[in-house]
């Protein structure tokens, strides 16, 4: 007799249907949640929205966590606001915010680039004066 055989064998005597019953760590739907952290809170309270704030059109509000850190501005923040306007399920609500994200980093290199040529006649007038003393 085979070693596998003889555990059947062995278990012969156990009721096998509903084995599971009591233990079941692969259904943790069946168990009531727990808390993460004892000092987590019951029930997340919702930001409250502010003016000119985007939301997704198949939402009724915004959902409870959202970001203001980055305010929409310019053209950008104007291509945004008419994607929000498009539902999510047509590609050019995607593709507008896909243009809306190129055109914020052209706008900061532009603006990268003129804080550069402001600073330049700083520079050389800097090093025209120091010449100067220099020369002296």
């Given at each position: 007799?085979?070693?596998?055989?003889?555990?059947?064998?062995?278990?012969?005597?156990?009721?096998?249907?509903?084995?599971?019953?009591?233990?079941?760590?692969?259904?943790?739907?069946?168990?009531?949640?727990?808390?993460?952290?004892?000092?987590?809170?019951?029930?997340?309270?919702?930001?409250?929205?502010?003016?000119?704030?985007?939301?997704?059109?198949?939402?009724?509000?915004?959902?409870?966590?959202?970001?203001?850190?980055?305010?929409?501005?310019?053209?950008?923040?104007?291509l945004r606001r008419m994607a929000y306007r498009i539902?999510?399920?047509?590609?050019?609500?995607?593709?507008?915010?896909?243009?809306?994200?190129?055109?914020?980093?052209?706008?900061?290199?532009?603006?990268?680039?003129?804080?550069?040529?402001?600073?330049?006649?700083?520079?050389?007038?800097?090093?025209?004066?120091?010449?100067?003393?220099?020369?002296?």
């Amino acid at each position: 007799m085979s070693d596998r055989h003889q555990q059947w064998q062995d278990h012969l005597d156990r009721p096998v249907v509903g084995a599971d019953l009591h233990d079941r760590p692969g259904a943790p739907m069946e168990h009531p949640p727990q808390k993460l952290t004892p000092t987590a809170p019951d029930r997340i309270e919702p930001m409250r929205p502010r003016r000119g704030l985007t939301h997704r059109r198949e939402l009724r509000g915004m959902t409870p966590v959202f970001g203001t850190g980055q305010p929409l501005h310019s053209i950008s923040g104007l291509l945004r606001r008419m994607a929000y306007r498009i539902p999510e399920s047509r590609a050019r609500h995607w593709m507008t915010l896909l243009l809306a994200d190129r055109v914020d980093v052209l706008e900061h290199r532009i603006a990268r680039l003129v804080k550069v040529v402001a600073l330049v006649p700083v520079g050389v007038g800097a090093v025209v004066l120091a010449a100067r003393v220099l020369r002296r």
